[in-house]
């Protein structure tokens, strides 16, 4: 039942944001007594960490999922995760974006922290095959780019202040900024990959 | 009288940090009362944001001169305004990244996003030249990049968060992030040309 209510709560946070879902709702979606819903969580702010992990722990699975099925080379896997999170940011109600910096800052401290981690651990995974296959650059600056790269994601691609001000979507900006980094990272036999994959990806990718 | 105010508060508050910067240091320091000094600034926080507008604007006249001394291609100009700008961080005192943010929030309203307009009104005027002289590409998201730029130098190098967690200077992230930038938008005649242009430049840049 846990994880259902989990489940439950994390959809309909993702279609409608934080603020606007309730206790009320989600106890009437899954049937259940409000009394019964406290009973497994005793907040709404402890049923919006356990839903935020879940995502989290969720995202974190695909990604890895999608980096041991492309083993072809270094580059499509990351092509496939950027394809994956392009949809998955599509797939949220923009709302979210702004919430996660103002309305929930405790759930802040765990969850952007969390973000960055796991973009660090992915790039670090992906960055040093890709350097071996000489697909990606060998004097690129590794002490400072997963680090860097998770602050290039958290606070300028997730920022709504800069969604606003360009009139893009998240997704739009994510797509954009993996596009801007995969080309300073390729070397030119990389680059030459990269131009045939853009062809096959989203629309919100190619120019 | 006043300009020789802001010149001896900025370059004290560029050593120092603005919270060890006294209206009494300042003072002492031109031979002046102190009574004489709030004559010409009714406060420390006033004298702090004229000596800020002091600043950004001798850097955006800078800036603006480099832009024209270098004129033999597009690239020059950049790598001129990178190497001054790598310059300037390096003099200022490493506790003004974090006042920044912190200690002088009404005078951070005005200031960060001064320097986002500066980065975007640079971007713009050099960017189209390089796409002109074929050494950056003609497919870079101009509708996105000068803002999505602005917020990388704001939300990211000068993130006091991110030279802490990788043990760098704010002027060595900086330097590092506008050749990462750099090789994203050189085509491969540009690219050519920065690592001409990357041996002469400051040893931060080469690795």
């Keep these: 039942m846990r994880e259902t209510i989990v489940e439950v709560a994390q959809r309909l946070i993702m279609q409608q944001g934080v603020r606007a879902t309730t206790m009320d709702q989600i106890a009437e979606y899954l049937g259940i007594s409000k009394k019964t819903l406290y009973e497994y969580f005793p907040s709404k702010d402890a049923l919006i960490e356990a839903s935020a992990d879940?995502?989290?722990?969720?995202?974190?699975?695909?990604?890895?999922?999608?980096?041991?099925?492309?083993?072809?080379?270094?580059?499509?896997?990351?092509?496939?995760?950027?394809?994956?999170?392009?949809?998955?940011?599509?797939?949220?109600?923009?709302?979210?974006?702004?919430?996660?910096?103002?309305?929930?800052?405790?759930?802040?401290?765990?969850?952007?922290?969390?973000?960055?981690?796991?973009?660090?651990?992915?790039?670090?995974?992906?960055?040093?095959?890709?350097?071996?296959?000489?697909?990606?650059?060998s004097d690129l600056p590794m002490d400072i780019l997963p680090s860097w790269m998770s602050f290039v994601i958290v606070q300028v691609v997730l920022n709504p202040a800069l969604a606003q001000e360009v009139k893009k979507s998240v997704a739009e900006i994510y797509a954009e900024t993996i596009l801007l980094l995969l080309y300073s990272f390729t070397t030119e036999e990389g680059r030459a990959l990269l131009e045939k994959y853009k062809s096959q990806i989203r629309q919100a990718y190619v120019r």
């Design 54 to 137: 879940f995502f989290l722990n969720h995202l974190e699975q695909k990604l890895n999922e999608i980096r041991q099925t492309h083993s072809e080379n270094a580059l499509l896997p990351m092509i496939a995760t950027a394809n994956y999170v392009y949809s998955l940011l599509t797939s949220l109600n923009p709302v979210l974006y702004t919430e996660l910096r103002r309305v929930i800052p405790h759930a802040r401290a765990r969850i952007l922290p969390r973000i960055q981690a796991i973009v660090q651990k992915q790039l670090s995974l992906s960055v040093e095959k890709a350097v071996q296959e000489k697909l990606f650059r």
